[in-house]
T-cell receptor, first 110, second 119 residues
Framework: SQKIEQNSEALNIQEGKTATLTCNYTNYSPAYLQWYRQDPGRGPVFLLL?????KEKRKERLKVTFDTTLKQSLFHITASQPADSATYLC?????????FGSGTRLQVQP | GAGVSQTPSNKVTEKGKYVELRCDPI?????LYWYRQSLGQGPEFLIY????????DSGLPNDRFFAVRPEGSVSTLKIQRTERGDSAVYLCASSLSTGGGALNTGELFFGEGSRLTVL
């Protein structure tokens, strides 16, 4: 069955450093992969979408890579800020509705 | 409003009762999704509507769960004979449909969710 793995342990980093979050998937070949941010008690908010024929996508301080051979996406936040603290969800998109990973909680210390 | 609206925001009910959760999507969005999220987990897919029809209901856990979208806009998720294990946040999302078929390339716009607690 399809499986999405994100590091369940929280990632703690210092302000100003680059945060790197990992999303691995197995048993399917998504055409797209999306990343969402979720704050406590709120619904997820879309951040970036990357297609299978794109190796990298950037938006302001965010960068996403998509390696279809490794079945992995990396999500980077450069010059991180305490306001970036949240849970980040990846969603490899196949032939059905979005399926989400369990998310990785990022904590940026001032 | 401009965003996805979900009501009620909180619902406490007793085991065995019937519950309805409502979702009002962004105007013009033809695709509507229901997800369920437990603490520490990602959203779990339940059902997806394209217009009035359920395009994919494979995520509904059993026949106690049912959803409708009679006019292609507002949707209601219905849970019969609630169980304690149904306690979760129920999230609704909508998106612009990018064409026919099951492949959806659009971003989802989520509501704030309805927190259901079954005692």
């Amino acid at each position: 069955s399809q499986k999405i793995e994100q590091n369940s342990e929280a990632l703690n980093i210092q302000e100003g450093k680059t945060a790197t979050l990992t999303c691995n998937y197995t048993n399917y070949s998504p055409a797209y992969l999306q990343w969402y941010r979720q704050d406590p008690g709120r619904g997820p908010v879309f951040l970036l979408l990357i297609r299978e024929n794109e190796k990298e996508k950037r938006k302001e301080r965010l960068k996403v890579t998509f390696d279809t051979t490794l079945k992995q996406s990396l999500f980077h936040i450069t010059a991180s800020q305490p306001a970036d603290s949240a849970t980040y969800l990846c969603a490899p998109t196949g032939r059905r509705a979005l399926t989400f990973g369990s998310g990785t909680r990022l904590q940026v210390q001032p | 409003g401009a965003g996805v609206s979900q009501t009620p925001s909180n619902k406490v009910t007793e085991k065995g009762k019937y519950v309805e959760l409502r979702c009002d999507p962004i105007s013009g969005h033809t695709a509507l999704y229901w997800y369920r999220q437990s603490l520490g987990q990602g959203p779990e897919f339940l059902i997806y509507f394209q217009g009035t029809g359920a395009a994919d209901d494979s995520g509904l856990p059993n026949d106690r769960f049912f959803a409708v979208r009679p006019e292609g806009s507002v949707s209601t998720l219905k849970i019969q004979r609630t169980e304690r294990g149904d306690s979760a946040v129920y999230l609704c999302a909508s998106s612009l449909s990018t064409g026919g078929g099951a492949l959806n390339t659009g971003e989802l716009f989520f509501g704030e969710g309805s927190r259901l607690t079954v005692l």
